[in-house]
C-alpha cells in the first residue's frame, strides 16, 4: 500500500483510488423520474436478459440426451434441487419451494457475476435496491408459508416467539429477540450481506487494476515494478470474485429456505 499512498499523494497527476460514487453513476435515461436508467440498470437488465435467454433455449432445446449446454443449465438446477431444496426443506416442501429458489440462486448469481465481465464490470446486486427486493421476497415468503402452516397468525407468532420447553419467565427476554430476528433481522441481513460481499469485491478489483494502469502507464522509474504486483493481484481477486459470487448465490439460497422451514416446522 506504500506505492499507492505516495501515488495518491502526488495531485491531480497521481493515482486515483475507486470511491463509492462508483456505484452511483450518472443516468443515461429518464433523468429524475422513478424511471431513471444508469449504468448499473442497465447492466441489471443485460443480466437478467441473459438469464431469460439461457434458461429459454435450453428449455426449447431439451432432449432426452442432453448436450453440454443443456448439462450445464441442468446440473445447476439439480444442485438447487437436492443440495438446497430437498436438503433442508424435504422431499414434499423441497419439491413446492424448488422454483422460488432456484429463481433466486441463478438470479443473484447472474447478477454477481457481472462484476467481472469485461466492459460491465459492477455488480448488479452492488446497490441496495435489487438485494433488498430479494430479501423482501423471501420475507414474505417464510411468513406467508409460517402462518399458513400454523393455520394463522396466532399460532405462528407463539410457534416464533414463544419457544417450547422454555420457563416462562424467560419469555420476556427471548420473546423480543426472536421477534428481532424473525422480523427484522433476517431479511436486513440477507440483503446487507449480498450488498457488503458485492461492494467490497469491485473496490477490490477496481484499486487493483487503477493501479496496475498507473504503475504501468503513469509512474516513473522502479515504480513500474509495482505493476506487476498489482496485476497478479488482480487476476487473483478475479478468480475470488467468481468464486465469491457463486458463494453469496448459494448462501443466499440456502438461508431462504432454512428460513422457510423455521417458519413451517412446529419445533
Not at 80 to 91: M, N
Not at 205 to 232: H, N
Amino acid at each position: 500500500m506504500t506505492p499507492l499512498l505516495l501515488a495518491a499523494s502526488e495531485g491531480d497527476g497521481g493515482f486515483h483510488a475507486p470511491t463509492i460514487a462508483d456505484f452511483f453513476p450518472p443516468a443515461i435515461l429518464f433523468e429524475g423520474t422513478p424511471f431513471e436508467i444508469n449504468r448499473i440498470m442497465l447492466v441489471r437488465f443485460i443480466a437478467a436478459l441473459a438469464l431469460v435467454l439461457i434458461v429459454t433455449i435450453a428449455a426449447r432445446r431439451a432432449k432426452v440426451v442432453p448436450g453440454r449446454f443443456q448439462a450445464a443449465v441442468e446440473f445447476v438446477l439439480d444442485f438447487v434441487r437436492k443440495q438446497i431444496a430437498v436438503e433442508v426443506l424435504g422431499e414434499k416442501l423441497g419439491r413446492k419451494y424448488f422454483p422460488l429458489l432456484a429463481t433466486i440462486f441463478c438470479t443473484v448469481l447472474f447478477m454477481n457475476i457481472t462484476g467481472i465481465v469485461p466492459f460491465l464490470n459492477i455488480a448488479g446486486s452492488s446497490v441496495i435496491g435489487l438485494p433488498l427486493v430479494l430479501a423482501l421476497w423471501v420475507y414474505v415468503t417464510y411468513l406467508w408459508a409460517g402462518v399458513k402452516a400454523h393455520h394463522g397468525v396466532g399460532s405462528f407468532l407463539k410457534s416464533s416467539l414463544l419457544p417450547p420447553g422454555v420457563p416462562k419467565p424467560l419469555y420476556l427476554l427471548l420473546a423480543p429477540i426472536e421477534f428481532l430476528q424473525v422480523f427484522v433481522l433476517r431479511p436486513a441481513t440477507l440483503a446487507v450481506r449480498l450488498l457488503a460481499n458485492m461492494v467490497a469485491g469491485h473496490l477490490m478489483l477496481a484499486i487493483c487494476f487503477v493501479a496496475t494502469q498507473y504503475f504501468f502507464f503513469t509512474s516513473d522509474g522502479a515504480m513500474k515494478l509495482f505493476g506487476a504486483g498489482t496485476l497478479l493481484a488482480g487476476f487473483l481477486f478475479f478468480l475470488f470474485e467468481a468464486f465469491v459470487a457463486a458463494l453469496q448465490a448459494y448462501v443466499f439460497a440456502i438461508l431462504a429456505a432454512v428460513y422457510i422451514n423455521l417458519s413451517v416446522e412446529d419445533h
